[in-house]
């Protein structure tokens, strides 16, 4: 940002912009004043910012323009002001989307866009820009210093032209006049669109009246829970700022400043916005409403209203939109200007000189009101209002004057009708409103024609009996059913016709059927599905007594040869008409009539009787006659199946029959389904295998009488065990393997699960039923996998257990040489270590090989030769597993000849050591006693004797001790040293056969100073 402060003491407040990104804030210490480094600091970074709800006015009304408000600042940390100021109103200047050029880049003359504007009474300008894309625009300020109304490249007053397009422009202390922006296209490929900002600040129509600080309590109460302004955080200080304001002169989004200045002089600027909008002006046709009709003479009045700049009365215009409209003298004219001053216009308005009103004055409301000609016309009026900033608004009124009745004609109403709604066809004055008794009536063309449906309540039918037994038959029909239609035109003329509807809706009705045969006896309908033996009947009809026309007919079903029966009868003398609303009456006589039946046939027939009322309702009835004397013929079969053997557990079990039958099917003497038709199917499930009795029992429609009809078959089925045998199939089981999956396979009968699992886990598996076999793969794991499996059976479970080792680990092979004291003088050498058993083992030399299977014990212990050659020789060992898993191993061993082993044997303080410096200790006797032997000879003998030289003897000592010695020449092992501790252990050293293991010394025993 590049905001500081720098005021020489150890408190500093500032403030920056709350923009959008991360903000870094530098603490830098010019005096530290205390000797060491941890000078404590207080710092506290917090939000001031204006509460959304004010800082802003937008007026539509001009009357109210002039006004009062109260806007709140608040932080989140303590804020201390030390004055308030304002300033109002300005009008920035936006362009969202303008277009540069590449131009001169030496010559900012040559800018592709201008723009001038005057500035007065300004006393700051900030000019921001920048392009939409990648592009370098400088931005260059002018300022008309010659008011000539030109500029000229030395009237450049300022300039921002950074390496972007990002440009930035402030002035304080604005002179008035003329000023001129210019955008440079210094590098631009071709063309750029880009946005640019100017602002401004000034005026003294936006004052502060007061500025409180709010208390705690205050602030509690007002943001209880926390200020949206300040994300939810209550507000740690708070001020609120009263303002008073003007309105401004013109419309628009004007703009002023609060300026806050906190202690230490610290400045907060927060924009006000005053939006004056300038709406268009409103006229209209108070009264009447548009498109009225009538047949009285109405007032009319129109109303004018601009609450912005006022209207003159030359912009207001009353007229008529045809020649056949006359525009009446205004009953009165008031107004209200846009001071609020009454005006009476009447006078001027009549007389048509609207100009005569003085120009300064505006006009802000206005009521005319007149009344409409008395001439039976439509009257069609416009009126329109333009104010002063040239909006514009109009209004129109049409009203018909109409004194005379409309025309009414109904078509289609019949006498009597089935029908609830008798659909008529009405036509009356285009435009008129028409009503059934009432209600209205719509959908009117631009004719006068209307399709119309009246509705109709039910009439009904009744028989009156008179004192003297005799009976008439009547339609009583409600009162609902005589209706009135009328037609009122729009002015409220009317005409009317009243009808009368006989609506029967009901069927007629055969209320009940009998047949009385040549014995007296009678049958009702239900009686008529069973078995019927008659010869000379009577059909017994009770119908309504509305039936105009009926007929009976008897015909035989499936005939090749039509034979039946018909009877018909009509009926020429209507229902009288009652109009009641009396119900409740008997509405039904019987007819007999005589039918022989002698010479009908047995079968199945079909009685059928039809009735047609007066209104055109017609019923029919049809009833059967059954005559059977046969058991029903029912073919049954199972699937899948064949010659008598059940190839499934699940079944499917398909019959017809010749005849309507109700059948039964068993299964062991269980019942299983049932049913009532001419086929079906039945779906099962058998539990077991084996042997199975099924029985179909059927019935005809003669079932529960005497001589009822009956079918019985039964049949044995077998369901064989093999269909559901199971298996499991896995060559591995009990085996070893290397592979981490074996796959197995499984044979199941139809429909059964397969349940599986691993035995070292408690989760079980399930394959669902599906294919017969099923293979399946088992992962295996290191070691023995046992695995369970558990097939139905249909009404058993098989189980299953299957195991397999997975070895992947190669097999132990390891030895080493049992080293005694003289090993290494001895080729044959012994060898002993650890192998797999069962494994096969093969451990060779250079010379001899050991092939065998690791026993139980898993030990090795041979006796192998090496080549008899002082050296290095190798063993080396390899072992191979059932599943073919590999190992080897190998081990170095050394041939030694006789003196290296016995410089080893003494390095390492062994038997080697005591011998040879037994030899040592008796060289050195041999030599004394030489010397002495010498001596005394020297003594002896002639001068001229020549003496055996030390050096000599030394010689021969070497080569003593470097010989090895002989059988013949033993060591006196009691005259070196009889009293040593280890002599019996020395000469057991001496026996080459030795083998010695370790050496194991106690801290008990003593040690040796050989020194």
């Not at 590449?102 to 007065?120: G, I, P």
């Not at 032209?161 to 955008?183: F, R």
């Not at 047609?612 to 013929?633: M, Y």
């Not at 077998?718 to 197995?744: D, F, H, K, Q």
Request: charged share 20%; hydrophobic share 35%; with cysteine.
């Amino acid at each position: 940002h590049n905001w500081g402060t720098y005021t020489g003491t150890s408190r500093e407040v500032f403030t920056v912009p709350a923009l959008a990104g991360t903000h870094q804030m530098v603490l830098h210490t010019a005096l530290h004043g205390v000797p060491t480094n941890d000078n404590a600091l207080n710092i506290s970074v917090g939000y001031v910012a204006a509460e959304a709800d004010g800082f802003s006015q937008t007026v539509t009304d001009w009357s109210e323009g002039d006004g009062v408000d109260a806007v709140h600042v608040v932080s989140t940390v303590p804020m201390d002001i030390e004055s308030v100021s304002s300033y109002g109103w300005t009008q920035p200047i936006y362009f969202d989307n303008e277009t540069a050029y590449q131009d001169v880049s030496s010559d900012k003359m040559t800018s592709s866009w201008w723009h001038n504007f005057t500035l007065e009474e300004i006393s700051e300008l900030s000019i921001s820009m920048d392009a939409y894309e990648s592009a370098d625009l400088d931005l260059f300020l002018f300022f008309d210093d010659n008011e000539d109304g030109q500029f000229s490249s030395n009237e450049e007053i300022s300039r921002s032209w950074s390496g972007t397009s990002s440009e930035n422009i402030e002035l304080n202390d604005v002179e008035n006049g003329l000023y001129a922006v210019a955008v440079h296209g210094y590098s631009v490929s071709g063309e750029v669109q880009f946005w640019i900002d100017i602002g401004m600040v000034g005026g003294d129509k936006l004052n502060i009246t007061d500025q409180i600080e709010l208390l705690n309590s205050e602030i509690d109460s007002i943001w209880p829970n926390g200020s949206e302004t300040l994300a939810g955080n209550v507000p740690t200080s708070a001020h609120q700022i009263n303002l008073a304001f003007e309105r401004p002169d013109n419309a628009g989004i004007w703009r002023g400043e609060v300026e806050i200045i906190l202690v230490g002089g610290i400045t907060l600027s927060l924009p006000y916005t005053y939006n004056l909008v300038e709406i268009e002006p409103y006229v209209e046709f108070s009264t009447p409403e548009n498109l009225t009709q009538t047949n009285e003479l109405l007032p009319i009045e129109i109303y004018a209203l601009d609450t912005g700049i006022g209207f003159s009365l030359d912009d207001l215009n009353w007229y008529g939109i045809n020649n056949q409209t006359i525009i009446p003298s205004a009953d009165s004219v008031e107004a209200i200007d846009t001071l609020f001053n009454y005006h009476n216009l009447t006078n001027i308005w009549n007389s048509g000189n609207h100009f005569a009103m003085p120009e300064n004055i505006s006009f802000r409301e206005v009521w005319i009101n007149s009344t409409i000609p008395e001439s039976e016309q439509w009257h069609d009026y416009g009126a329109n209002i333009t104010d002063r900033s040239g909006l514009f608004n109009q209004s129109w009124l049409s009203v018909n004057y109409d004194i005379t009745s409309p025309p009414l004609f109904i078509f289609g109403i019949p006498e009597i009708t089935k029908e609830p709604y008798v659909n008529l066809v009405i036509q009356t004055e285009p435009g008129s409103n028409v009503y059934q008794d009432g209600y209205p009536i719509s959908g009117f063309d631009e004719y006068g024609f209307v399709n119309w449906t009246v509705g109709l309540i039910p009439s009904e039918i009744g028989i009156e009996y008179a004192l003297d037994g005799s009976s008439n038959d009547y339609y009583l029909i409600p009162e609902e059913n005589y209706f009135s239609i009328t037609s009122v035109d729009v002015a409220g003329n009317s005409v009317s016709s009243s009808h009368m509807v006989i609506f029967d809706n009901q069927i007629p009705e055969l209320d009940s059927l009998y047949i009385e045969d040549q014995n007296g006896f009678s049958y009702s309908t239900t009686d008529f599905y069973s078995v019927l033996n008659i010869t000379s009947s009577t059909f017994g009809l009770n119908m309504s007594v509305d039936v105009k026309e009926w007929c009976l007919n008897i015909t035989k079903v499936s005939s090749v040869i039509d034979e039946g029966i018909e009877i018909c009868n009509s009926n020429d003398k209507m229902p009288e008409i009652l109009v009641t609303n009396l119900s409740g009456l008997e509405n039904t006589r019987n007819t007999p009539v005589h039918i022989n039946l002698n010479n009908v046939s047995d079968g199945d027939y079909s009685i059928n009787i039809n009735l047609i009322d007066w209104a055109g309702n017609s019923a029919s009835k049809e009833f059967e006659l059954h005559l059977d004397r046969s058991i029903p013929i029912v073919e049954w079969m199972l699937s899948p199946s064949s010659n008598g053997e059940l190839f499934d557990h699940r079944q499917v079990m398909n019959w017809a029959s010749n005849e309507l039958s109700h059948v039964y099917f068993t299964h062991n003497g269980v019942q299983i389904d049932e049913w009532q038709g001419f086929g079906s199917e039945s779906s099962f499930t058998l539990k077991t295998k084996g042997q199975h009795e099924f029985c179909i029992i059927a019935y005809d429609s003669t079932e529960g009488q005497y001589n009822e009809n009956i079918l019985v078959d039964c049949q044995i089925y077998n369901l064989n065990e093999s269909i559901y045998a199971t298996n499991v199939v896995a060559p591995w089981n009990g085996g070893i393997t290397t592979e981490n999956t074996v796959s197995t396979v499984l044979y199941r009968g139809p429909n059964q699960e397969i349940w599986w699992q691993n035995d070292a886990e408690d989760e079980r598996f399930l394959i669902t039923p599906g294919a017969l076999v099923v293979e399946l793969d088992f992962i295996l794991k290191e070691g023995i996998n046992d695995f369970s499996i558990e097939i139905e059976s249909l009404d058993q479970i098989d189980e299953y257990q299957l195991s397999i080792t997975r070895d992947t680990i190669a097999p132990i092979l390891s030895f080493e040489q049992i080293s005694k004291r003289n090993s290494t003088l001895n080729p044959i050498k012994h060898i002993e270590g650890n192998c797999e058993p069962g494994a096969y083992v093969m451990i060779w030399s250079v010379i001899e090989s050991y092939e065998f299977i690791c026993d139980s014990s898993g030990l090795i212990d041979i006796k192998i030769s090496v080549q008899d050659i002082v050296g290095t020789h190798v063993i080396q060992g390899t072992t191979t597993d059932s599943v073919n898993n590999r190992n080897s191993f190998s081990v170095e061993v050394i041939n030694q000849n006789w003196i290296d082993w016995a410089i080893d044997d003494a390095q390492v303080q062994g038997p080697m050591l005591w011998y040879f410096l037994a030899v040592l200790l008796s060289t050195l006797i041999l030599i004394s006693l030489t010397v002495l032997a010498r001596r005394s000879l020297r003594k002896k003998k002639f001068s001229n004797t020549n003496l055996i030289s030390l050096e000599e003897s030394f010689e021969e000592i070497n080569v003593l001790l470097k010989s090895s010695p002989s059988p013949e020449s033993k060591i006196d092992w009691g005259v070196v040293n009889s009293d040593l501790p280890e002599a019996e252990e020395l000469r057991s050293w001496k026996e080459t056969t030795r083998s010695i293991h370790s050496i194991n010394q106690d801290e008990g025993e003593d040690t040796i100073d050989l020194d």
